[in-house]
């Protein structure tokens, strides 16, 4: 009998090098420790495949240390990005790869039962087209559009448009993008325009994060939450974070209400730096404090 799971999440761990406001701090990120912490925090069993240099294995253990299960698997090199913020909501930076970890294989997609693979790559190439129809075959897809858009172009990652979105977005049940993001993919810069264009296109549910409030397309219809985080301190990770709740509430719960359940654990989690570290009752107590 297959083990079994909710959300199997794979990505690479990254060194992260964040720059804001002067000052310089080195971090482990990545959208699957941001991710894993964040679905196994709200209830859901989480299995997490990461790939970094043997030395840096003992960084992996910020996964395992939120509940999530963890497979490592080694890779000459570790992921490192720099991030340099620009302006105090953290919207605008530029952002650099320093050094990449192998690309998954199609033989390292794990053989267990799951309700959601999660992609949760940092940029393209990382996470293979390749992997999303034979992953689909076996469970619904979830799928980070970073790591279909962000190309490196002389040591810079840049957004670039998914040349094969039209293909593959019929195999995605959830997809998420932030503003910027979904105007590369869609060509406006009305997010509920472009959830709606990206839904049409074939993705089940779409989610965009900005500043202000989380928006997800399903059904037709587009439902809304307010982010209300007290500070920033914890902005780095706020869109895995975000959809990862989404994800694991989504999976007992309707839209609505999960999309409200994701905002009110994102706007905590920014609040701190590093992953979620709060329980499925304090989001919902949170969730209950918003409009």
Known sequence: MLEQYDIVMMGHLSRDIIVYQGEEEVVIGGAVVYSSAAAERSGAKVLALTKCAAPDRPETEVISASGAELRWIESPATTSIRNVYHTADREKRTVTLISRADPFTLAELPDVDTKIFHMAG???????????????????????????????????????????????????????????????????????????????????????????????????????????????????????????????????????????????LVSMKMETPGVFTGTATDALRRMEESP
Request: net charge negative; hydrophobic share 45%; charged share 25%.
């Open 122 to 264: 940092l940029f393209v190439g990382e996470l293979p087209d390749e992997l999303i129809m034979p992953a689909a075959d076996r469970a619904a897809v979830a799928l980070d559009v970073q790591g279909v858009l962000r190309t490196e172009i002389d040591g810079e990652l840049l957004f670039r448009d998914w040349a094969a979105k039209l293909r593959y977005l019929p195999h995605i049940t959830y997809l998420k993008t932030d503003a910027a993001e979904a105007e590369v993919m869609t060509g406006t810069t009305d997010r509920y325009a472009a959830a709606r264009m990206l839904g049409e296109w074939g993705a089940r549910e779409v989610m965009i994060t900005h500043s202000s409030e989380v928006i997800v397309w399903s059904g037709g219809e587009i439902y809304s939450a307010p982010l209300n985080p007290r500070n920033l301190s914890g902005r780095t990770g706020r869109g895995d974070s975000c959809f990862a709740a989404y994800l694991a509430w989504r999976l007992h719960d309707d839209v609505q209400t999960s999309v409200r359940f994701a905002a009110a």
